[in-house]
Each structure stands twice: as structure tokens, then as C-alpha cells.
């Protein structure tokens, strides 16, 4: 099956789980493993595990309750543009299998941000096991660079009040030009806009935590920039990382296809990255990291080199859902009884 197709056949079932009474109760007591000792509050948030959906699967608020109760501790919609958008041509995801990888080349189809809200109406307040809702903000493909923060104000507006956090995306690879938006200045400028703007919304007293997701092709140079930027701008946390332009590692016809990687291949330049943020950041901000984490003990790897939270894709595309229980459980079999 074509993987797109399957991705969004597995999204609708899920999506029709919602609509079923008594499903999402069944989920949950199928999949979902709930326990105190896995909760990380952070943020201002409660988590009930460490273990969340990356962006990109969910990208129009089909199914986050659905994923809410399989046992996610986050579920990361998007990325949504302000206004609907139809991506690249199909097709622009490929496997990789021999590598337990993936490109894809999506570059952001997207029902917009109206769609998106609407969507996330019944959702919020509603996660089952009290999952955390983010929401990942990006740039219509048309509209030019100089005009980005305008896009991530427009969805922040939309989504503000239907989300527990929101997330910069300045680094998928498959939106023209969007990367450069990492630079120092650029950066620090477009944070400081969609902090000002996130710093006046009324949400009854409560900041909405607001995070950037950084690309594993920054060199530390790069990366300490973001990290700079993001500190002066006072965003609350950065996730780490994104797909990645470079092939090491990866052979064979499906490695030539344009778009960013992710999965086994990405892992070890996505942990190298979060063990830099970590440690440059010296507990100012937490740091959520993804990237190629297949098994538990990827998580755990993440989780160790300082990450807070972690969040999964590509795992999740060749392990199924099993793979959140065996992290789980992965992790509670460190802590200690109560
Ligand atoms: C098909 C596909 C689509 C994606 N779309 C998005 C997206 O819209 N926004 C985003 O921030 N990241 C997107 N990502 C990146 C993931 O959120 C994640 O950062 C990356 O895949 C690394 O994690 P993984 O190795 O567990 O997949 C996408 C990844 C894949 C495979």
C-alpha cells in the first residue's frame, strides 16, 4: 500500500474510533499504560508519560483523542498553515524498510487553521488519560519569508485557546527557504513577534507555553544560535529535531528521493543534538527530543542524554502503537515501586 494511503487510512480509523461510544474507552484499556511514576510536568504542563506523537501524522486534528487514548502523553497536531494548502505532488512519502527509515517531501498540506480549530473544538479538556495537546505552526508555502511571522501569528490566533502548547516549525525541509528562518537574527526576530503576540492572548490567566523545533543539520554553531535566539526571545522549550537533508548511512534506489529523513538513520545526530542543547542550555530550557527512536531503548537514550520529553514518528510507522507500551514500560522498570 502506498504509505501516504496507509497513513491516513490507520488517521481515519482512528478518527472513526472518536466518533464511536465506548471505543476510545477500549483503546485505552488495550493500549495505554497509566501510571503516577511515568508523569513529567514541565512547562506548566502535566504529562502523563514522556512519550508523545511528533508532528506530521496528525496534520489536521483528525484523531488526537484517538491517540490521547493509546496511550500518548502529548499529541502534536500539524503542521497547520493559515490558510489550506495542498503540499507537493504525490507521491512524497517513501520507506525505507532495509533502514527503518523515511522521506517524505509532504511540505505542509494543511486544511489551514480555521479547519483546524473547528476540528479541535470537542478536543480540548477532553484527552483521554489527560494527554497534552500541542499544536506545530507554520508558514503557508506561498507567502514570502519576510512575511513568515504573519503566518505563525495567524495560526497562533486560530489555535491559542484550543491547544496546551504551540511550536515554531522553522525547520522541515520541505517548505522553501523555511530553514533560513533558524539564523540568529531572523530567529530571535520571529520568536520575539509570536512570544509578544502569545504573551497578549487572554487565556485565563495561563501562558501558553510556546516551543521551537530545530533541524539536525545545524552545526553547533548553528545550533547555539537557535538556542540564543531562543533564550533572548523567551520561548519556553525546543524540540530536537526535525527530518534531516543528509543520506549517511542510506543506500538503495529510495535514498535519491528529494525530502527529509527520519527514522533509524536519524537517531544518533538527533541524540548528539539534544545532548548539545542540554548542556548548553544548562537547565534554562527543556529540550523534547525525536528522532529515529524505534525501540525503547531509543527512548531511554533520548530521556538519558537530558531530553525531558520525547516524541516519535517513524517508530510508530514500523512498530505500531506496541511500541508506547514497550517504552512504558521500558521506563517504569528504572523507577523505583511506590
Ligand atoms: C511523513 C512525515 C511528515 C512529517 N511532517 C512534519 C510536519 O508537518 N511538521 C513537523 O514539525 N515535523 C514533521 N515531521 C517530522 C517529525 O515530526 C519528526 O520530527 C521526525 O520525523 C523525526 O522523528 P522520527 O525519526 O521518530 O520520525 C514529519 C515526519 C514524517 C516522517
Known amino acids: 500500500m502506498d ?18 461510544p465506548g471505543a476510545l474507552t477500549l483503546l485505552e484499556r488495550l493500549s495505554a499504560v497509566r501510571d503516577d511514576r511515568l508523569v513529567v510536568e514541565t512547562m506548566g504542563l502535566r504529562f502523563p508519560n514522556p512519550v508523545g506523537l511528533a508532528a506530521g501524522l496528525d496534520k489536521n486534528g483528525i484523531a488526537p483523542r484517538a ?57 480540548t479538556g477532553h484527552m483521554p488519560g489527560g494527554g497534552v495537546l500541542g499544536v506545530n505552526l507554520g508558514k503557508n508555502a506561498t507567502t514570502p519569508l519576510e512575511a513568515a511571522a504573519d503566518d505563525y501569528v495567524t495560526v497562533l490566533d486560530a489555535l491559542h485557546d484550543r491547544a496546551d502548547y ?22 530571535e526576530e520571529l520568536l520575539r513577534r509570536v512570544v509578544r503576540r502569545r504573551d497578549g492572548l487572554s487565556r485565563h490567566g495561563r ?7 530545530v533541524a539536525p543539520d545545524l552545526d553547533e554553531a548553528g545550533l547555539s544560535a537557535a538556542l540564543e535566539a531562543a533564550l533572548a526571545a523567551g ?25 527529509g529523513l527520519s527514522g533509524a538513520p536519524l537517531r544518533h545526530r538527533a541524540t548528539d543534538v539534544v545532548h548539545f542543547l542540554v548542556r548548553e542550555a544548562a537547565g534554562r530550557l527543556p529540550i523534547v527530543g525525536a528522532g529515529g527512536i524505534m525501540r525503547p531503548e531509543h ?35 528504572r523507577r523505583p515501586t511506590r
Open 3 to 20: 504509505p501516504e494511503d496507509a497513513h491516513n487510512l490507520a488517521l481515519r480509523l482512528l478518527g472513526l474510533a472518536e466518533q464511536v
Open 166 to 187: 504551540a511550536v515554531v516549525n522553522v525547520s522541515s525541509p520541505n517548505t522553501k527557504g523555511l530553514r533560513d528562518l533558524q539564523e540568529r537574527r531572523a530567529l
Open 207 to 213: 501562558r501558553l507555553p510556546l516551543l521551537v523545533k
Open 235 to 259: 520561548v519556553d522549550g525546543i524540540v530536537a529535531t526535525n527530518t534531516t537533508l543528509s543520506r549517511d548511512g542510506v543506500s538503495g534506489a529510495g535514498a535519491a528521493e528529494v525530502g
Open 67 to 123: 491517540f490521547s487514548a493509546l496511550g500518548f502523553g502529548a499529541v502534536e497536531i500539524g503542521t497547520v498553515t493559515p490558510r489550506s494548502q495542498p503540499g507537493n505532488p504525490r507521491p512524497r512519502i517513501f520507506r525505507l524498510p532495509e533502514h527503518g527509515a523515511l522521506i517524505n517531501r509532504m511540505g505542509f498540506p494543511s486544511r489551514g487553521a480555521s479547519s483546524a480549530r473547528a476540528r479541535l473544538q470537542h478536543v
Open 299 to 333: 527512548a531511554l537514550e533520548k530521556l538519558d542524554a537530558g531530553a525531558t520529553l520525547v516524541q516519535i514518528y517513524t517508530g510508530l510507522i514500523y512498530s505500531g502503537p506496541a511500541l508506547l507500551g514497550q517504552i512504558c514500560a521500558a521506563l517504569l522498570s
